[in-house]
T-cell receptor, first 112, second 113 residues
Framework: GQQLNQSPQSMFIQEGEDVSMNCTSS?????WLWYKQDPGEGPVLLIA?????ELTSNGRLTAQFGITRKDSFLNISASIPSDVGIYFC????????????FGTGTRLQVFP | NAGVTQTPKFQVLKTGQSMTLQCAQD?????MYWYRQDPGMGLRLIYY???????DKGEVPNGYNVSRLNKREFSLRLESAAPSQTSVYFC????????????FGPGTRLTVL
């Protein structure tokens, strides 16, 4: 079946640094979603991408829909301690918008 | 709006006990979902309901049953809990069939001894 691979699995960075993470698939997706999960909480939708090449920002977060439609990227600029959490990519398999496949997540730690 | 709410927040069961996890959404969404999240793994779909009156199996349905009680509520039942069902359970909802964006509740942390 379709799988989403996220890298890196974890990151340990200093406050103020920029962060980049990505999500790749062996098959095409027509939508990419990025979620953040704070410790002990449910995932929260950060950014939704619907077109190949699309670049969308939400505050210090910027996500891109890869031109091949098999990948997506999330960047966080000037990280702060509250950026700590797990970031998941997700997308609907086989154009079935009733379901989502989730990546295994990138765990981000930010040190002051 | 409260969004998606789940009860209980924590639960400990003994092997063989049954329980029902409750989920409700106040966003007038058509679709609702139950996921489980285990350490080192992403979210895996247990069951979903694309609309009121319908339910379908997801990736890991064995050992679970669901009921879409009405448009707002979608419950998950464990008839005979097993230690392998120790996990964090999330409910989610989605607006329409044309959208992929799902919105999640805060989760239920279940331990089966």
């Amino acid at each position: 079946g379709q799988q989403l691979n996220q890298s890196p699995q974890s990151m340990f960075i200093q406050e103020g640094e920029d962060v980049s993470m990505n999500c790749t698939s062996s098959s095409i997706f027509n939508t990419w979603l990025w979620y953040k999960q704070d410790p002990g909480e449910g995932p929260v939708l950060l950014i939704a991408l619907y077109k190949a090449g699309e670049l969308t920002s939400n505050g210090r977060l910027t996500a891109q829909f890869g031109i091949t439609r098999k990948d997506s990227f999330l960047n966080i600029s000037a990280s702060i301690p509250s950026d700590v959490g797990i970031y998941f990519c997700a997308g609907p398999p086989n154009y079935n918008t009733d379901k989502l496949i989730f990546g295994t997540g990138t765990r981000l730690q930010v040190f002051p | 709006n409260a969004g998606v709410t789940q009860t209980p927040k924590f639960q400990v069961l003994k092997t063989g006990q049954s329980m029902t996890l409750q989920c409700a959404q106040d966003m007038n969404h058509n679709s609702m979902y139950w996921y489980r999240q285990d350490p080192g793994m992403g979210l895996r779909l247990i069951y979903y309901s694309a609309s009121e009156g319908t339910t379908d199996k997801g990736e890991v349905p064995n050992g679970y049953n669901v009921s879409r009680l009405n448009k707002r509520e979608f419950s998950l039942r464990l008839e005979s809990a097993a230690p392998s069902q120790t996990s964090v359970y999330f409910c989610a909802s989605k607006r329409t069939s044309g959208s992929s964006e799902q919105f999640f509740g805060p989760g239920t942390r279940l331990t089966v001894l």
